[in-house]
Nanobody, 116 residues
Framework: QVQLVESGGGLVQAGGSLRLSCAASSSSFSPNTMDWYRQAPGKRRELVAQITSGSRTNYADSVKGRFTISRGNAKNTVYLQMNSLKPEDTAVYYC??????????WGQGTQVTVSS
C-alpha cells in the first residue's frame, strides 16, 4: 500500500513563508494528479492546489498569487510553496493523489499555524 508522507508544516507569523513536501513511499508510484487540501477547525476540507502529470496547475482563489504547487523530478513528490501567509491559512494540510486506476491516496496531514 502506497503511503504519502508530508513534512514542512509549523508555526509562522503572518507574512511569512513555509514549504510543504509530500513524497510517496514507492518510487514506482506515478499518479496522474497530486493535490494539496486543507481543513480548518469546524470547516470542510477544501482543495488548495492541484497539479497534473502534465504540470497543469489549478489553485483556489484564496491562495492564487501566494501559493505555488510543483512536482519533483521523480513525479511522485509534490511541494507547496506558501508565501505571504495569513492567519486564515491556518489549517491541517493534506497531500492527495489519484493514480491511473482512479484510486485515491491521502497523507496523514501536517499542521500549519499562522499567527497574527
Amino acid at each position: 500500500q502506497v503511503q504519502l508522507v508530508e513534512s514542512g508544516g509549523g508555526l509562522v507569523q503572518a507574512g511569512g513563508s513555509l514549504r510543504l513536501s509530500c513524497a510517496a513511499s514507492s518510487s514506482s508510484f506515478s499518479p496522474n494528479t497530486m493535490d494539496w487540501y486543507r481543513q480548518a477547525p469546524g470547516k470542510r476540507r477544501e482543495l488548495v492546489a492541484q497539479i497534473t502529470s502534465g504540470s497543469r496547475t489549478n489553485y483556489a482563489d484564496s491562495v492564487k498569487g501566494r501559493f505555488t504547487i510543483s512536482r519533483g523530478n521523480a513525479k511522485n513528490t509534490v511541494y507547496l510553496q506558501m508565501n505571504s501567509l495569513k492567519p486564515e491559512d491556518t489549517a491541517v494540510y493534506y497531500c492527495h493523489a489519484i493514480n491511473t486506476y482512479g484510486n485515491n491516496y491521502w497523507g496523514q496531514g501536517t499542521q500549519v499555524t499562522v499567527s497574527s
